[in-house]
C-alpha cells in the first residue's frame, strides 16, 4: 500500500462536539461509491433485495422477539423478571445485525413505520446499558447462575468465549449504519458510551484481554471514521497487537497462535478469522501500518491457492467451523459458513480498496452470486448455516437456528450489495459488477451519472451510459474484464478452465471497437466524456468446465461447471429417478443453456447427456443408461425441499456413487430408536465409506446419547432366510462424539417376538473396516441390532448389510 491518500469527512456534528469539514483523516486509496448512490433496476438483485426488505427484515425480527432475545435486554433492563434466558451471550448481536439491515434498507426506502419500531428497540437497548456504558444483557440481568463463558469480572473470559467484545463490534455496526441512514443518534450515542467505556478500560497498563471473537476492531474502525476520534483507532489496533503476545494463552482457533504480523496462513475459526483480516486491511489503510498489509497478503494467497471452494466458500470443516488444511474441500460435509462468506466480501472488498487490483473483485463476484446467496432461500425466510457442494437429501434449509448468526448476518448484507459496483480514487472510476441500475457518482472533474443496462448474470452484454453533469467532463473508466472472461477461473491455482481458449471480449464507445490492454483486471478507458457517450462490452458467457487442482481429492476426476459468474449444480428434483450422484457426464459433454422465466424466479438451466450408473447384486459391472442431465444455479439448490445435489460431476465412472443394487437391506424398511429418515436413509445406500471418520458419505448416528442401548431395524419386504449381518460402524475420534460401541447383537423376528441369533462366527468391533457375524440360518421377515453406546461417547452406523 502506498501512503494513505486523505479523504474528507462529512460535516458530523456530535453531543461532544463539532468535527470541522476540513478535518482529513487517512483511509484507502480508493473509496466504494456508497450503496445509497446506486439504484438497482435489474431482475437478479432488485427482487432479491426487495424480498430482503419485505420477508427477511420483518421475519427475522420477529423470530428475535419469540425466542427472547429482545426480553433480554428488558430483564437486563429490570423491566421484566430474568426467568428462563436465551442460550448464547452473543444472542445480542442479532437485533445489532438486524437493526444493521434495516438501517440500510431505511437509506434506499422510506419506511415510516419501520422507523417508529428501530427507535423503539433501540429504547429498549439503551435501557439495558448500564451507567458507565457497559452493555451486554447476559451478565447484566443477573441470572441465578452466570453462564459458564462469562467471568465474575468483565472482559476477562472474552479471549476465550464470552463474547462481550463481539457484541460491542456489532453495536457500533448498527450504530453507526442507523446513524448515517436517518440521522438520528439515539443509538450512535449509546454505541459511543460503550465505546468510551472499552477506551477507559483497554490499553497499555489498562486491561489486556484479546477480543476471542473478532469484529470489535473493525466496528472501532467505523466509529473512528464517523467521529475522528483516535482513542477508536488506536484501540482498534491495540486490540489487533495484544493477540498472540503470549501474555494470555492463544490458540489457531481464534487466530491468537501468533501475532498477527506473524500470521501467513488462514487458520482457525473462519469468520473469526475473515473479519480479522478486514479489520486489520481497515487499520492499515487507516494508520498505513505495512506489517499488517504484508501479513494479509500472504494469508489472502493461502486461502486463494489451497482453501477457497469454488462457490468462494471458505471454512472446509465443522469441526472449529474452521479453515482445514490445504486442499482439504470435502463437498458433502463441506461447513462453509454463510457468515464466512459474507466475512470473506468484507475482506476481499478491502483488498481491492487498497490495491485497485480486479482479481479481489473476481473473488468478491464468485461469493456473492454462489456460497453466500445460497445461504438464504428464494422466499427469504429459509437458511443454511453450511453451505455444502454436494448432499445426499440430509441437508435442508432451516427456518431458524439456535445460534442465529447467520439469518441475522444476511439481512444487514443484502441491502448493501449496491456498494460494491463501483469506486473512485479521484478521477479514476472503476466498475466492478454488472448489474442494471442507475448511479450518481462526485468525481473532482464533476458529478456524473452512469446507467447500466444489461441482463447479467444471464447475459453478457453490458451498455454503460455516461451522463457527466458538465457538458464533457474528463476522468478514466476503468472497465473490469471478470478473470472468468479471460479464462483464468479464479485468481490462484485452486482451480482452471479446461478449455483455454481465450474469446474476444469487444469494447465499443459510441459503437466503435476499442483497442485496449488488460491491466490489473480492468480497461482503462479515459478521455473527455461527453454526455450520451455509450460503452458496449461483451462478456463471452461460454459454459466452462472447471477442474480442480489434483491435490484436492475430494474433486479427483470430477468437474464442475460455471457458466458467467454462477457456478451450477445437479440437482434430483430436476433428474430421473431423483438421484444425481449416480451420475457421470463425459468431459467432452456438450452443454445446451435455456432460460426458464417462471422456473426458480427465472433462472438459465444447462442440460446435457449423461449417463446414470446403478450397481449389481454378485457382479463388480455397472449397469448404466444415458440420460438428459439437468443443472440449474447452486444458489437457487434446496428451494424445492431435501433432495440430493452434486456441484462436482464425476467424468470417470470411479467417481460416482452408483445407485445401490436390489438386496435385502434396501428393499426393507429402516427403523431406529432415532427417527430422523434423513439419517435412516443412509443405513443401506450402499456408499463405501473411505474409512470410518467418512463425513461425506452420510451415516446414521446416536449423539448426544451416551451409554445407552439403541437399535435399528430392517423390517424385510418378504420372508427371507438370512446367515450374515455387516456393520460399519460411524466414528470420528478424537474430535467427535461418536465411537464404536461397547457392544452389539442380533435379533430376528418370529411369531411377533424378538429371538436372537445363534452365533457362528463374529468379527471383533473395530472401525474402518466391515464387522460381520455369522449365524445359523433363520427364516424371518425384520432383523433388528441392539448396540450397547460407550459409557462417555455415542456410536453411529454408515452401512448395514444382511445376507
Ligand atoms: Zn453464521
Known amino acids: 500500500m502506498k501512503k494513505p491518500c486523505t479523504i474528507l469527512l462529512m460535516f458530523l456534528s456530535f453531543g461532544g462536539g463539532k468535527i470541522s469539514a476540513q478535518q482529513k483523516i487517512g483511509d484507502y486509496l480508493i473509496q466504494p461509491v456508497d450503496f445509497t448512490r446506486v439504484h438497482f433496476t435489474d431482475q437478479f438483485w432488485a427482487p432479491k433485495i426487495e424480498v430482503n426488505r419485505t420477508i427477511t427484515i420483518p421475519y427475522t425480527l420477529q423470530k428475535i422477539r419469540e425466542t427472547g432475545r ?40 422510506p419506511d415510516e413505520a419501520l422507523n417508529r419500531t428501530l427507535d ?6 439503551g435501557d439495558a446499558q448500564e451507567p458507565d456504558g457497559y452493555l451486554y444483557t447476559f451478565r447484566t440481568m443477573k441470572p441465578e447462575k452466570l453462564h459458564p463463558w462469562i467471568s465474575v469480572n468483565r472482559w476477562e473470559k472474552d479471549p476465550d468465549l464470552s463474547h462481550e467484545l463481539y457484541n460491542s463490534g456489532h453495536l457500533y455496526e448498527a450504530a453507526v449504519a442507523h446513524y448515517l441512514a436517518t440521522g438520528k443518534r439515539s443509538l450512535l450515542k449509546i454505541a459511543l458510551k460503550n465505546a468510551d467505556l472499552l477506551v477507559k478500560d483497554f490499553g497499555p497498563g489498562k486491561a489486556a484481554f484479546f477480543p476471542g471473537h473478532q469484529v470489535v476492531e473493525m466496528g472501532l474502525a467505523r466509529l473512528y471514521r464517523v467521529t475522528g476520534k483516535k ?34 496462513e488462514a487458520v482457525g475459526h473462519a469468520v473469526r478469522a475473515a473479519y480479522m483480516y478486514t479489520g486489520m486491511a481497515d487499520v492499515a489503510a487507516l494508520t498505513g501500518n505495512r506489517k499488517y498489509v504484508n501479513a494479509i497478503n500472504d494469508i489472502w494467497k493461502d486461502v486463494i491457492d489451497h482453501k477457497l471452494y469454488l462457490t468462494g466458500g471458505i471454512g472446509a470443516t465443522g469441526n472449529g467451523e474452521a479453515f482445514g488444511d490445504a486442499y482439504h474441500l470435502p463437498n458433502m460435509s463441506a461447513y462453509a459458513e454463510t457468515c464466512a462468506s459474507i466475512a470473506n466480501v468484507y475482506w476481499n472488498s478491502r483488498m481491492f480498496l487498497m490495491n485497485g487490483d480486479a482479481k479481489y473483485i473476481d473473488v468478491l463476484e464468485r461469493i456473492l452470486y454462489n456460497g453466500l446467496l ?81 441482463n447479467y448474470p ?61 491491466e490489473n483486471g480492468y480497461v482503462k478507458l479515459n478521455r473527455e466524456w461527453r454526455n450520451g457517450d455509450v460503452v458496449e462490452l461483451l462478456l463471452p458467457m461460454e459454459i466452462e468446465k472447471v477442474l480442480a487442482h489434483s491435490a484436492v481429492k475430494d474433486d479427483n476426476d470430477r468437474y464442475a461447471i460455471q ?166 460402524w460411524f466414528d470420528d475420534e478424537p474430535f467427535g462424539g461418536c465411537r464404536i460401541p461397547r457392544s452389539y447383537k442380533l435379533l430376528f423376528q418370529q411369531n411377533g417376538k424378538w429371538l436372537p441369533v445363534e452365533m457362528v462366527r463374529m468379527d471383533s468391533i473395530r472401525k474402518d473396516a466391515y464387522n460381520s457375524i455369522y449365524f445359523k440360518p433363520v427364516r424371518t421377515n425384520a432383523l433388528r441390532m441392539e448396540i450397547q453406546l460407550p459409557e462417555a461417547h455415542s456410536s453411529g452406523i454408515h452401512e448395514w448389510i444382511i445376507k
Open 458 to 518: 444471464w447475459d453478457g452484454q453490458v451498455k454503460i451510459k455516461v451522463k457527466p453533469e458538465k457538458e464533457s467532463s474528463s476522468f478514466a473508466l476503468f472497465v473490469r474484464i471478470p478473470g472468468w472472461a479471460s479464462q483464468d477461473a479464479v485468481p490462484g491455482n485452486l482451480y482452471t478452465f479446461l478449455d483455454q481458449q481465450k474469446r474476444p471480449i469487444p469494447i465499443r464507445i459510441n459503437g466503435k471497437l476499442v483497442e485496449y490492454k488488460i
Open 120 to 125: 423503539t428497540l433501540i429504547q429498549i437497548i
Open 563 to 728: 457458466r458467467g459468474p454462477l457456478v451450477y449444480c445437479l440437482e434430483g428434483t430436476d433428474n430421473k429417478d431423483s438421484a444425481v450422484l449416480n451420475i457421470v457426464i463425459d468431459k467432452e459433454a456438450t452443454f445446451e443453456n435455456a432460460f426458464k422465466p417462471g422456473f426458480l424466479n427465472g433462472v438459465m438451466v444447462l442440460t446435457a447427456n449423461g449417463t446414470a450408473t446403478k450397481r449389481q447384486i454378485d457382479s463388480d459391472q455397472l449397469l448404466r443408461s444415458t440420460q438428459t442431465v439437468m443443472a440449474i444455479p447452486y444458489y437457487a439448490w434446496n428451494n424445492r425441499g431435501a433432495a440430493e445435489m452434486q456441484v462436482w460431476i464425476p467424468f470417470n465412472e470411479s467417481a460416482a456413487r452408483p445407485k445401490p443394487a436390489p438386496s435385502i437391506a434396501t428393499k426393507s424398511k429402516s427403523s431406529s430408536s432415532v427417527s430422523n429418515p434423513r439419517m435412516l436413509r443412509t443405513l443401506n445406500d450402499q456408499y463405501e465409506p473411505q474409512n470410518s471418520q467418512d463425513h461425506n458419505g452420510g451415516y446414521l448416528h446416536w449423539w448426544p446419547r451416551q451409554n445407552t442401548t439403541e437399535w435399528v431395524q430392517y423390517d424385510f419386504d418378504s420372508t427371507y432366510t438370512i446367515t450374515e449381518s455387516t456393520v460399519y
Open 70 to 109: 429482545i426480553d433480554n435486554f428488558l430483564k437486563a433492563a429490570g423491566k421484566m423478571p430474568v426467568g428462563k434466558i436465551t442460550e448464547f451471550p452473543f444472542d445480542d448481536t442479532d437485533l445489532y445485525k438486524v437493526i444493521e439491515g434495516a438501517s440500510y434498507s431505511l437509506q434506499v426506502r
Open 231 to 264: 482513542e477508536y483507532l488506536d484501540l482498534a489496533k491495540f486490540f489487533l497487537d495484544i493477540r498472540g503476545d503470549g501474555k494470555i494463552k492463544g490458540a489457531e482457533y481464534s487466530q491468537s497462535h501468533k501475532m498477527v504480523t506473524d500470521q501467513h
Open 374 to 454: 445460497s445461504g438464504v432461500s428464494l422466499s427469504g425466510d429459509k437458511f443454511f448455516y453450511p453451505n455444502p457442494l454436494a448432499s445426499m437429501g440430509q441437508h435442508q434449509r432451516s427456518e431458524w437456528f439456535s445460534c442465529a448468526c447467520c439469518i441475522s448476518n444476511m439481512t444487514r448484507f443484502m441491502p448493501s450489495i449496491p456498494g460494491y459496483v463501483y469506486a473512485q480514487k479521484e478521477n479514476d472510476l472503476y466498475v466492478n459488477l454488472y448489474v442494471a441500475n442507475t448511479a450518481t457518482i462526485e468525481l473532482p472533474a464533476g458529478k456524473v451519472s452512469l446507467e447500466q443496462q444489461t
